[in-house]
């Protein structure tokens, strides 16, 4: 990866653990998601409410609670997840002195790599993310039987 920013790893970290684990019926718990990827809790918290407020994620409250995703898994980008966070394309050079060369050159080029690297992220989904780790043999966790009571 040509620009790594561990926020929006952490976020993309995140939304993959819950719809692998939890989906859209199940719920995990913040602790449980910490747990399982080696976070601190009270560091990833930010980012679950700042998923949760652009809908990505939905928050269970109560016994029980945690989060489960906010919609379907193909119907969320990549980007959607970096937009959630509130990372946009850096204009490079604004209000800094710059050369000739980072101007004519260095600016353009770095521009086409975050051009470049939103449009992938935003073709790329959280479906495609679990099929890929389903693919490489994780298992995802059975969920129970369905128990109607009248």
Request: aromatic letters at 8%; hydrophobic letters at 45%; a positive charge.
């Amino acid at each position: 990866m040509y620009l790594r920013n561990e926020r929006i790893f952490t976020a993309l970290t995140i939304m993959l653990d819950v719809a692998f684990y939890a989906g859209r019926t199940g719920v995990v718990s913040g602790a449980c998601i910490a747990s399982r990827n080696h976070m601190v809790r009270r560091g990833i918290e930010p980012i679950l409410q700042a998923l949760t407020r652009h809908g990505l994620l939905e928050s269970v409250r109560g016994p029980g609670g945690g989060y489960r995703v906010g919609r379907p898994p193909r119907l969320i980008t990549l980007r959607d997840i970096a937009v959630a966070l509130g990372v946009e394309e850096k204009h490079y050079g604004v209000g800094v002195p710059f050369s000739p060369l980072m101007k004519m050159v260095l600016y353009p080029f770095w521009a086409g790599l975050n051009g470049a690297i939103a449009l992938r992220l935003g073709e790329v989904t959280v479906a495609d993310l679990i099929a890929q780790a389903e693919y490489e043999g994780m298992k995802r966790p059975k969920a129970g039987p369905l128990s109607f009571s009248i």
